[in-house]
């Protein structure tokens, strides 16, 4: 299995784990405060892991492209 498949595989699944935890807060399957903070914490967590896997790949994106370096210094008053 190629690394780009288990990304795939890992990010759909955080989507349908975060779904069926919206649904269940939503639906009006949550009892008392504590559960529902308790599920609020998990969707919070996996959405972060979802938005530092999609970092990590966008990072190699980035550092494939063009730098420019602007010198913020005036270089007429030296």
Request: hydrophobic share 30%; aromatic share 4%; no cysteine.
């Amino acid at each position: 299995m190629s690394l780009e498949s288990v990304v795939y595989r890992l990010q759909r699944n955080l989507d349908k784990r975060i779904q069926q935890l919206a649904i269940s807060v939503t639906s009006g399957g949550v009892d008392n405060m504590e559960t529902y903070k308790y599920i609020i914490g998990q969707i919070n967590a996996l959405e972060a892991t979802k938005q530092e896997i999609s970092n990590l790949l966008n990072e190699k994106e980035q550092n494939e492209g063009t730098v420019v370096d602007i010198n913020t210094k005036n270089s007429s008053t030296q």
